[in-house]
């Protein structure tokens, strides 16, 4: 990963997607974590937990529920970074009710104007059926929506299936 540059990781739930936007770490000497999740019950709590054990202590974390455009702002150029992930923001907009358009437009601004290694991670959503209520159609709308602006201003999108990943748009170096 060369410094500004931006790798958008997407897949579907428990696909490997965390796991391996992980290993474009290996590296680093103190990457930086943006953490969008947030624990309301305790099987949420137990896989962030297993998230932070399988990262290791040499990661940094920010805690990042509605504010990572704040956080990838503050990135300097020596810093190398993985926001996990964009669809838990998503969520947490949604619930907080918060102004979407103008929440997605800062993160993207963000990501765009980033100097730092920046990997962001976000779930597919797509790929299955219709919900069937308005707030889980509004999400998955707004998912694609977002998906399509982060594949756009990344340099290179990667799909992973089966902890398999495939790149969709550039080139891993």
Request: proline share 3%; with cysteine; net charge neutral.
């Amino acid at each position: 990963m060369v410094s500004g540059e931006v790798i958008f990781v997407l897949g579907g739930a428990a696909s490997g997607k965390s796991a391996f936007a992980e290993t474009l770490f290996s590296d680093a000497q103190t990457p930086v974590y943006i953490a969008s999740a947030q624990a309301f019950d305790a099987e949420m709590r137990a896989k962030i937990d297993r998230h932070i054990a399988r990262r290791g202590s040499k990661w940094r974390t920010v805690e990042a529920p509605l504010d990572a455009a704040g956080a990838i702002e503050a990135l300097g150029s020596a810093d190398v970074c993985l926001f996990d992930c964009a669809t838990l923001w998503l969520s947490n907009h949604l619930l907080s009710e918060t102004y979407l358009a103008a929440e997605q437009a800062r993160l993207l601004a963000a990501i765009r104007s980033c100097p730092a290694r920046l990997v962001v991670v976000s779930n597919e959503v797509g790929m299955g059926v219709v919900p069937d209520n308005a707030l889980a159609r509004r999400f998955r709308e707004a998912q694609g929506r977002l998906n399509i602006e982060l594949a756009t201003a990344a340099d290179t999108v990667v799909h992973v299936v089966a902890g398999i990943p495939r790149v969709l748009k550039g080139a891993l170096a």
